[in-house]
């Protein structure tokens, strides 16, 4: 499975962001599938997650309330709608599939990760 992020750049603080990842799969319905990110000097963090029919989305505290986590099978992509930013959410963000995920909530439970979109946040 092939993963490719877009939709990172640079916005204020308060301002919002759509990231999309591309799954080169011709059927990802039976994918979980994931958001990470990792700032500089940083482990990889969990962001969200959601399962493979959708009606599952799964949230790090830091997020809850502000990201959306979408999919749409049709089109074999999932999306990350980001609102309200802070200078706290600049990293690389990541997303993640797995058919077995041996947990939604960690980087140890996906085996494919797409190359990574910068967001970046300022004051």
């Known amino acids: 499975v092939q993963l490719q992020a877009s939709g990172g750049g640079l916005v204020q603080t308060g301002g919002s962001l759509r990231l999309s990842c591309a799954v080169s799969r011709r059927d990802i319905s039976n994918y979980a599938m994931g958001w990470f990110r990792q700032a500089p000097g940083e482990e990889r963090e969990f962001v969200a997650a959601?399962?493979?029919?959708?009606?599952?989305?799964y949230y790090a505290d830091s997020v809850r309330g502000r990201f959306t986590i979408s999919r749409d099978n049709t089109k074999n992509a999932v999306y990350l709608q980001m609102n309200s930013l802070t200078p706290e959410d600049t990293a690389v963000y990541y997303c993640?599939?797995?058919?077995?995920?041996?947990?939604?909530?960690?980087?140890?439970?996906?085996?494919?990760w797409g190359q990574g979109t910068q967001v970046t946040v300022s004051s």
């Open positions: 959601i399962n493979w029919s959708g009606d599952g989305t």
């Open positions: 993640a599939a797995d058919r077995y995920p041996s947990t939604l909530v960690s980087a140890d439970g996906f085996g494919s």
